[in-house]
């Protein structure tokens, strides 16, 4: 009896694995055959490289929200790497016990923080100060600056998390090795730690750069979603960062809900380059942590 | 810095390495007469650089206090007994006054069926992973083979952006085309539910792979079927673990948005009760999205932030007692 109870409970624990399969197989199904249609009618080509977005006119290009979210993730990883890291190794290397203490809980409460306080964060302190700041025409505050700033500090646990992580486990002998060299602690960080860490760093920016990819909510809120192709608004390119965009992940949430047809289609294609770009990401990180491992 | 010298491509970590420290000591060795200005240089530059260190770590804390700090205080203008009690008034465009009362009701009624979907087939999941799934590892056949599709399958899910989860709900459970459940509770349920299950499944792994493997010889010792053994030796010894990863993904329920807007509808009626699964809601994440951008009445966007970012910390506070029971009972062994 006993025997039969274990070989029936098997079946249903495997099954419950299988969940998983079966989820990551309804999504593809799911975002594929509505997508599917967009592709075939507008053309994978002219759909990845079309500036125009006017679903009443069937016009459906992305290009102007890839742009939007490749420039404020570039725009975060700017703004949140060096802090990031500096972060990790501070935690790693230098801070003393008590304040590790502190600042690790407080590193982890920023990537437990809800996406829309962030945003709602952005939208009053962030979006006015960045309006006030910069006085070029055209300059609402909402924009890739703001957005950055906010994308920049929801990566930074990931990052810091992830790259601490990696510093930790540099064998102590190495470290041990340079120190009695007479290299100072500093030299032996540059020198022996980060470059025996290097693949867990990368990979810790690369996955940084996937939750980056995204984040929606806190986006929208922050970002303005205008449709057209992000420009810089003056003279300096730089105040490109000052244009209002549109994320990919933003046009999805903000229209999915009302649109029909051909437009609704459109949005899972959209769906669909970006599930495409973030596992090109993901993918990517794993590949880097295995050949670390490997050499 | 950037001379690499020795070091190539083909040497092995430990060589490459090894490589630099010899370079180290070259470079400073001949300089013993100017010993001791080079080491002043090289602390200053050390001090320097721990400086830039030091200011990265307070950075974080800065960070994190002023967004919660500000919040909070914003908030705590107009959370009172009323404002948690009222629900908020009209549809969308009139939520401005009134409450958040109802966005509390949904928020729980949501954590609830997500938890009590995704933590059983979560934890089933693991520990198939972790007790099954070992002894057929590594050899050929379909088993085998199905198992690395699972631990491929876990990794995506765990990758995929929520909005892509909130699209694939929205066309398998909202729209017409599929289920045609529309804008409700089970729509949104089920499909956090998918959404935190890679959660569940990882942390509960950890939690079993690290129960001793002698715990599970001694009760096949006795006798007891393999089930037997996972169900009462080792579960209840990879409990706090997998409570960990369970209160982790309430969190994940409740400041999680895309999804929710997508799925849930955003109706400032709650449904009736607990098991009322076809009504739609708003939960409290949802509800500071829809103050701040269609109402912009930030004063009570901030209110339900301050409420929101409290249940998160008070959700980080039992995650750091549970772990730091389980350490202390690691520690005791």
Do not use: C
Not at chain 1, 145 to 153: D, E, N, Q, T
Not at chain 1, 199 to 218: C, F, H, K, N
């Amino acid at each position: 009896m006993r025997r039969i109870i274990d070989t029936g409970i098997r079946y249903v624990l495997f099954l419950s694995a299988l969940a998983s399969v079966f989820i990551v197989f309804l999504i593809l199904l799911f975002t594929l055959r509505e997508a599917l249609p967009a592709f075939r009618e507008i053309g994978v080509i002219p759909m990845l490289t079309g500036t125009v977005w006017r679903p009443q006119q069937d016009k459906l290009g992305i290009l102007s929200m890839v742009a939007g979210s490749v420039l404020v993730t570039l725009g975060s990883v700017a703004l949140g790497v060096p802090l990031a890291l500096g972060g990790a190794i501070f935690l790693a290397e230098v801070a003393p016990q008590v304040v590790r203490e502190v600042v690790r809980p407080a590193v982890e409460l920023l990537a437990g923080i809800p996406s829309v306080v962030y945003g709602l964060f952005g939208m009053v302190v962030l979006v006015p100060a960045i309006r006030n700041t910069f006085s070029v025409p055209g300059n609402s505050g909402f924009n890739l600056f703001s957005a950055s700033i906010v994308l920049a500090v929801m990566v930074l646990p990931t990052i810091t998390n992830i790259a601490e992580d990696a510093i930790r486990a540099v064998p102590s002998d190495f470290k041990q090795g340079s120190l009695a060299l007479g290299a100072t602690h500093w030299q032996t960080i540059v020198h022996v730690t980060l470059p025996a860490a290097r693949s867990g760093i990368i990979a810790a920016i690369i996955l940084g750069v996937g939750r980056a990819l995204g984040e929606t909510m806190a986006m929208i809120m922050v970002i303005g979603n205008s449709i057209r192709m992000p420009r810089p608004l003056g003279g300096n390119p730089l105040t490109l960062f000052l244009s209002q965009a549109r994320t990919l992940t933003g046009n999805i949430a903000v229209e999915i809900k009302y649109a029909t047809g051909l437009h609704e289609d459109a949005l899972f294609a959209t769906g669909v380059v970006l599930f495409v770009l973030i596992m090109v990401v993901n993918a990517s990180a794993r590949f880097v942590i295995q050949r670390g491992g490997a050499e | 810095m950037s001379n690499r010298g020795p070091v190539s491509k083909s040497m092995t970590r430990e060589d490459a390495t090894f490589a630099r420290l010899v370079q180290l000591a070259v470079s400073t060795e001949d300089e013993t007469p100017r010993e001791k200005v080079n080491l002043a240089r090289r602390r200053l530059i050390q001090k320097a650089a721990f400086g830039l260190l030091w200011l990265s770590g307070i950075a974080a804390v800065v960070i994190l206090l002023s967004v919660v700090g500000y919040v909070v205080v914003q908030g705590i203008q107009v959370l009172n007994l009323e404002f948690l009690t009222t629900p908020p008034a009209g549809g969308l465009a009139a939520s401005d006054v009134g409450g958040m009362s109802t966005t509390i009701i949904s928020t729980v009624y949501l954590v609830f069926w997500t938890i009590v979907i995704a933590a059983p087939l979560g934890v089933m999941a693991a520990i198939y992973l972790v007790e099954y799934a070992e002894e057929v590892e590594g050899g050929t056949g379909l088993i085998p083979a199905i198992v690395s599709v699972v631990r491929f399958a876990v990794e995506i899910l765990a990758g995929v952006p929520s909005i892509i989860y909130g699209l694939f709900g929205y066309a398998l459970f909202v729209s017409a085309v599929a289920l045609g459940w529309s804008f409700s509770l089970r729509s949104a349920a089920v499909t956090g539910a998918f959404l935190v299950l890679p959660v569940i499944i990882r942390a509960s792994e950890e939690a079993i792979k690290a129960v001793p493997r002698s715990y599970r010889q001694a009760s096949l010792a006795l006798g007891a079927t393999k089930w037997q053994t996972a169900w009462k030796v080792v579960l209840p010894a990879a409990a706090p673990g997998i409570i960990t990863g369970i209160v982790l993904s309430v969190g994940r329920v409740v400041s999680e948005t895309a999804v929710f807007f997508v799925t849930f509808g955003g109706t400032v009626r709650a449904p009736d009760t607990v098991f009322d699964l076809t009504s739609p809601g708003r939960s409290m994440a949802l509800h500071v999205y829809y103050l701040a951008m269609e109402t912009r009445a930030f004063d009570k966007a901030m209110g339900t932030g301050a409420v929101l970012i409290l249940t998160i910390i008070l959700i980080n506070l039992l995650i750091n007692v549970v772990t730091r029971r389980l350490t202390a009972k690691l520690k005791g062994r």
